[in-house]
């Protein structure tokens, strides 16, 4: 059933116009670094063929951060890849996630002048709809919280929960660490399986019609949403 799960997951992520890639799971030291959001120590492989390839990775966002820069030194200038793999925190544990790098726009039509450019807002839109596809969206929450990658702006980046619990991190990479707007989701399918869809339950709707009020607060600059929220 895992595989099933993760197969057609691939499928319904190829449908929203990504493209799949297939990289190395040993990394190097510098990449093993990197995205290391648990700060768990780093599995050396004994005796390594090269540098490159020297580390056990635990994030999946380093290679495609590769993959980015292969395509981006080739004129490519808009990349929407994904991938889907095992990451190892220790050597008796490994965890299957989904990691997804976004550049540029998702939709380009010349004809009609159509273009959507890849923002924090269409990248959410995408975890959004991963969520409504597996049938967890009623349980899903984005907060900023200290389990936030420091290679990601702090600003323009959150944690994702579901059922309260840490499933992954979507937001853009800091601009100390690149310039260009490259924007990156990673979640744990392994976590995301044990959440199981609860059946559709059918609520009668309402016979009164509702009233709608707009209401304007002034806060301080220093308030967080989630704050205005709960």
Partial sequence: PFVKYRKNLSKYLRSLGLDETRTHTLISKNEATLFNYHHEDLIKVKRPLT????????????????????????????????????????????????GILLKGSIL??????????IDFYLAKGIVSSIMKYLGLTRRVKYEVTEAIPKELHPY???????DKEGVGYLGKIHPNFTKDDIYVIELSLSKLYQKKSRPIKYVEPNKYPCIKKDMAFIIEEDIKSENIID
């Fill in 156 to 162: 323009v980046s959150c944690e994702v929960k579901v």
């Fill in 108 to 117: 380009n039509n010349p004809w009609n002048h159509t273009k959507t450019n």
């Fill in 51 to 98: 540098t490159q390839k020297e580390y056990l990775r635990q994030s999946i966002i380093p290679s495609l951060l590769n993959v980015y820069e292969y395509n981006k030194s080739r004129d490519v200038e808009n990349i929407t890849i994904y991938e889907i793999s095992y990451t190892y925190s220790n050597l008796d544990k490994e965890e299957l996630k989904l």
